[in-house]
């Protein structure tokens, strides 16, 4: 029988507002794709305002690569090409046909075709984004072999979609996207479960995989975590890391020849009047798939999950990499009597708050800080939610004085973002851990490059 591999520390985070087992299909006739989505892609456009798009037609590519394209996940017209400060490139709207179109694509035989082949394919059709790589988090580069590649088929954050539920009736899809991965990578393929709460066939009958068992709490979801505790990432390595649901979707696009974007996403959220899932498609507008469906107006909309999301506007656009809209309530608000209260309702991680031991059922959170920016010192708060065997606060000082060869020490190789988001939600000095962690990151890689 497979080991489990049991977590210990961490930190499970109940908010009221998950989606409940139904999906529902949403009006939605605008669509993006973000730059911003992905970390150190210099993107040139490809396309101008008012030029008409099948689904997988080129919008941009990578100025470092130029072989890594993002395309279309919808057929129509380019509507906006939206760019922020310094012209920076930021969205490519896309107002979508009613009947979807999509780009004739020359799909070899899986069973034929060489690794070389399989890439250019994945290159050319835009599914080439959703294979990142440890160290940095970032798109794989397409002539790095990988040491193995790691599939977490559980997500074990705040209000979290049912990777169980969402895989249903896909098998077939996922199975050859693992074989695609399998033959490209030349790397075994480890396929992590959680011990207790996977059931779906999809995922216990994959074949071709090393299917590894976790169980604990947040982040035991968390690829990051599963990878250390399976075998750590050092300097000179790499690993490819994908969500289960876009191993699927490449395996979907050498079935079917196309590249399709369709995607159930779960809209959660104290805010959601109906939690349920939404079937849409990737990039889809938020303020269509949420109409009528928030309470409220002063809101925050998250693509993704609380810990690790991106704040978006009201009309902004599902990230490409997230299968989770979550509305909580905005922060901007007067606490009265702010730390004097009680707290009986209030999220505690210690025990400064009689929540800790009274208040067990999902919370409502929202955005307030609760409290300033303090002194960073070293708390051992850290290491009670962070289960890798690394110093982190020693790490995060070691970026923020900007030594590499220290943070190497440290482990920066290992972690990426969500590895430290409950340090962030923890933390008592109110620091932005989370973007320090990036901009280490990409410090590391500058050097290394």
């Known amino acids: 029988m497979t080991k489990i591999i ?13 989606a409940e087992h139904i999906v529902a299909t949403a009006d939605v006739n605008r669509f993006a794709v973000k730059p911003t989505d992905f970390h150190g892609v210099l993107p040139r456009l490809l396309v101008a305002e008012g030029d008409r798009v099948l689904a997988g037609t080129p919008l941009f590519l990578d100025k470092n690569d130029d072989r890594i394209l993002f395309t279309a996940p919808v057929s129509g017209t380019v509507t906006e090409v939206r760019r922020g400060a310094r012209r920076l490139l930021e969205a490519i709207v896309i107002s979508a046909d009613t009947t979807p179109e999509y780009l004739q694509m020359q799909i070899p035989d899986l069973a034929a075709a060489t690794a070389e082949e ?8 835009g599914a080439w984004p959703f294979i990142r790589q440890r160290p940095y988090q970032v798109i794989a580069h397409p002539d790095h072999k990988p040491r193995a590649v790691f599939i977490s088929a559980f997500d074990s954050s705040p209000l979290a979609p049912d990777l169980d539920f969402l895989i249903g009736n896909r098998g077939n899809a996922f199975q050859v996207g693992v074989d695609v991965l399998k033959k490209i990578s030349g790397a075994p393929v480890h396929l992590n479960i959680h011990a207790e709460q996977t059931s779906a066939p999809e995922f216990l009958k994959a074949a071709g995989v090393q299917i590894n068992r976790f169980k604990g709490p947040h982040p035991a979801g968390n690829v990051g975590i599963q990878i250390h505790h399976l075998d750590p990432v050092n300097k000179g390595e790499v690993v490819w890391t994908l969500n289960p649901l876009d191993v699927a979707m490449i395996g979907r696009l050498f079935l079917e020849k196309r590249f399709n974007t369709e995607r159930v996403v779960a809209l959660a959220g104290s805010e959601v009047m109906h939690p349920r899932y939404i079937r849409t498609h990737m990039g889809a507008c938020v303020a269509e798939i949420t109409a009528g469906q928030v309470a409220g107006n002063n809101v925050r909309y998250i693509s993704g999950n609380v810990l690790t999301g991106t704040r978006i506007a009201a ?13 909580i309530p905005e922060g901007n608000h007067h606490e009265f009597l702010g730390w004097a209260k009680p707290g009986l309702k209030a999220f505690s991680f210690s025990n400064a708050f009689p929540s800790k031991l009274l208040h067990r059922k999902p919370f409502v959170p929202d955005t307030n800080l609760h409290g300033g920016e303090r002194a960073f010192v070293v708390t051992g708060q850290y290491e009670k939610v962070l289960p890798m065997d690394i110093y982190p606060v020693q790490l995060l000082k070691a970026i923020l004085a900007k030594d590499i060869e220290l943070m190497e020490d440290l482990g920066i190789y290992e972690v990426c973002e969500e590895d430290f988001a409950l340090c962030e939600v923890i933390c008592t000095s109110k620091i932005e851990v989370q973007s320090i962690l990036r901009e280490g990151l990409d410090m590391v890689r500058q050097e290394m490059s």
Do not use: N
């Open 118 to 125: 399989i890439i250019d394919v994945l290159l050319k059709s």
């Open 315 to 327: 009309d902004g656009f599902l990230g490409f990499y997230d299968h989770l809209i979550t509305v």
């Open 6 to 18: 049991t977590i210990r520390k961490g930190l499970d985070i109940k908010l009221k507002g998950e």
